[in-house]
């Protein structure tokens, strides 16, 4: 089946402690990308990347990080959590030629107290 | 991204057929028309998209206007499954080289009544 899976899909953390959100896609899609959904804000783009080693900043990248070592992985770093970043996060894979449909992830929520 | 107008919210009953509006009428020539759903707890699910003609697809048909400033999501035998928030969003074409990202508005929640 074709799918993008998050791990984990809940995580309640602390302040200041390093944690990885895992993405992973099955299609062979080139793009991927991390989205966060908030209440009222809609969902905002954290960071792409167009294909293996090309990662690019979206519209909130501000305490990320990301990587793309493998065509199927996009993880999210958050390096020291805060607050503020306690939200629904999703992953999305698409495929550059064609189409225009995204596959997007479950999501993870993710509290930060 | 030019800018979509939805209503907040609609309802339905179950197994008839729902209309969902979405105005867009500062859209260019080349922004396609994407709508997406996202039902309770789960990630955006694509649902269909167009440029110019109409589209069917297994989920929902897409009407566009000849004029391209409003287009409508046709479900056309509504299930309470289909209960959840639709976005129409528009992307352009061009914009395919660089960064496929959806911006997503307030949407349009469904109710649909059993």
Redesign the interface.
């Known amino acids: 089946e074709a799918q993008?899976t998050q791990n984990p899909r809940y995580l309640i953390t602390v302040t200041g402690k390093k944690l990885t959100v895992t993405c992973s896609q099955n299609m062979n899609h080139e793009?991927m990308?991390w989205y966060r959904q908030d209440p009222g804000l809609?969902?905002r783009?954290i960071y792409?990347s167009?294909n293996v080693e090309v990662t690019?900043k979206?519209?909130v990248p501000e305490g990320y990080k990301v990587s793309r070592k493998e065509k199927r992985n996009f993880p999210l770093i958050l390096e020291s959590p805060s607050p503020n970043q306690t939200s629904l996060y999703?992953c999305?894979s698409?495929r550059?030629a064609g189409?225009?449909?995204?596959?997007?992830?479950?999501?993870t929520r993710l509290t930060v107290l | 991204d030019a800018k979509t107008t939805q209503p907040n919210s609609m309802e339905s009953n179950e197994e008839e057929p729902v209309h969902l509006p979405c105005n867009h009428s500062t859209i260019s020539g080349t922004d396609y028309i994407h709508w997406y759903r996202q039902l309770p707890s789960q990630g955006p699910e694509y649902v269909i998209h167009g440029l110019t003609s109409n589209v069917n697809n297994r989920m929902a048909s897409l009407a566009i206007a000849e004029d391209r400033k409003s287009s409508t999501l046709i479900l056309h035998r509504a299930t309470l499954r289909d209960a959840a928030v639709y976005y129409c969003i528009l992307r352009d074409v061009d914009s395919g080289g660089s960064n496929y990202k959806l911006t997503f508005g307030k949407g349009t929640l469904l109710t649909v009544n059993p």
């Not at chain 1, 189409?99 to 999501?107: A, D, I, V, W």
């Open positions: 993008v793009y990308s809609g969902l783009q792409y167009m690019d979206g519209d999703f999305a698409r550059l189409g225009g449909e995204q596959f997007f992830g479950p999501g």
